[in-house]
């Protein structure tokens, strides 16, 4: 069986000392590929700069370009509370543009935009009343419909960050009608919503959530939809696993996640690993 974290910050600087040796544990562990999202424009270079540094390495990591909506609420927070202004979008957008044209036509080094989204529970707690609310989160709304624009015109699928944002963002999907859909990362939330993203093309990541007893709601969901509809992944550095809580992530709970899956599905393991694997190809690598 093969494996690949769809989801990893392997940049982030928690790895800085540990990346070569992680990678061989992940081979070892036959965690073959590692998609790395980006959260910000500094971020960028060193995303790309991942996938050469590991090209002599047997795990084989992608990596994607995006604007996470917290850089937008901190960074909005920390300049003016209640003013959009303060980022501007005209010019994020342009670099976005610019970097996908420069690495979407090499090598394939890009295989999604993201991580893009909104995030309506950390713009609660970072701001001080409604209108700075309202104000971030409109600036958030601004920011994901420019990723998905982006990501429509250069063919890629989008990696989507959701928190108490389902219904802002199930609405701009179906505007967006992008023609290869995304994942919905870290997906959290009932049947219901998870299908309605499903109707729309998206996969669903399966994560640590599922291995607490108390996401019985997620639970369900990933138990119920078609199995070529989910996806694996970690977020390491964050989000680990039942009994690792305080701890970083690794990709190499992977695997944790994996058994977690096979526990609540009723297909063999094998079925399940050769699915999700095809699920990946299907959404990042078939062009």
């Not at 003016?80 to 394939?108: G, P, R, Y």
Request: with cysteine; glycine share 4%; hydrophobic share 40%.
């Amino acid at each position: 069986m093969q494996f690949t974290d769809s989801h990893c910050h392997l940049d982030f600087t928690e790895f800085e000392h540990q990346r070569s040796q992680l990678l061989s544990q992940c081979s070892q562990s036959n965690i073959n590929r590692i998609i790395v999202p980006s959260v910000n424009p500094e971020h960028w270079q060193r995303v790309l700069s991942l996938s050469s540094q590991a090209s002599n390495s047997t795990v084989k990591i992608s990596c994607c370009l995006g604007i996470h909506p917290w850089f937008l609420i901190l960074q909005d927070n920390s300049l003016n509370k209640n003013s959009t202004n303060n980022i501007d979008l005209a010019f994020n957008e342009q670099q976005l543009k610019q970097a996908v044209i420069k690495h979407n036509n090499s090598n394939n080094n890009i295989v999604a935009i993201g991580e893009c989204g909104i995030d309506v529970f950390k713009a609660k707690k970072h701001t001080e009343n409604e209108q700075a609310l309202n104000s971030n989160l409109n600036l958030q709304q601004a920011f994901f419909e420019m990723q998905l624009h982006i990501a429509k015109k250069n063919n890629l699928p989008v990696i989507i960050h959701h928190c108490q944002s389902h219904q802002l963002i199930l609405p701009l999907l179906k505007k967006a009608r992008l023609s290869r859909a995304g994942v919905i990362h870290a997906f959290s939330g009932s049947y219901q919503q998870a299908k309605a993203y499903v109707d729309l093309g998206f996969k669903l990541g399966v994560g640590g959530t599922i291995t607490y007893a108390r996401s019985q709601k997620t639970i369900n969901a990933v138990k119920r939809l078609p199995l070529s509809s989910l996806l694996l992944e970690t977020d390491a550095p964050a989000m680990p696993p039942f009994g690792q809580q305080g701890l970083v992530n690794t990709p190499l709970n992977l695997i944790t996640v994996f058994k977690a899956l096979c526990t609540i599905r009723d297909e063999p393991e094998t079925i399940i690993a050769k699915q999700i694997e095809s699920n990946v190809e299907e959404l990042f690598f078939n062009r």
